[in-house]
Nanobody, 127 residues
Framework: QVQLVESGGGLVQAGGSLRLSCSASGRTVTSVHWGWFRQAPGKEREFVGSINGRGDTTYYPDFVKGRFTVSRDNAKNTMYLQMHNLRIEDTAVYYC????????????????????WGRGTQVTVSS
């Protein structure tokens, strides 16, 4: 059973940058889709980016394009979310997730397609 652990969250000023990591343990994860989601208080969990099994294609919603970058290091069983030009509205708990079946739905942000989730890391952007 694979487990995911996020790290790297914290407090940052608006306009700043932060890099989150998501480490998988329990088994080697290679041919999987990874995704990042976030959830602010009182809001639904929303998709912020994904990366495919080969690690050569990513997908983002419009509101993070050009600011967020997802990458993965298969040798380290780790996925990353690099965030630049952070805004106050980016404040949320950030979660990583994994789809072991490489469904297209997961790649395009459907959270119901992900089987494994981390417990989240808090990102707070201040003015």
């Amino acid at each position: 059973q694979v487990q995911l652990v996020e790290s790297g969250g914290g407090l940052v000023q608006a306009g700043g940058s932060l890099r989150l990591s998501c480490s998988a343990s329990g088994r080697t994860v290679t041919s999987v889709h990874w995704g990042w989601f976030r959830q602010a208080p009182g809001k639904e969990r929303e998709f912020v980016g994904s990366i495919n099994g080969r690690g050569d294609t990513t997908y983002y919603p419009d509101f993070v394009k050009g600011r967020f970058t997802v990458s993965r290091d298969n040798a380290k069983n780790t996925m990353y979310l690099q965030m630049h030009n952070l805004r106050i509205e980016d404040t949320a708990v950030y979660y990583c997730a994994l789809d072991s079946f490489e469904n297209s739905g997961s790649f395009y942000g459907g959270k119901e397609w992900y089987q494994t989730w981390g417990r989240g890391t808090q990102v707070t952007v201040s003015s």
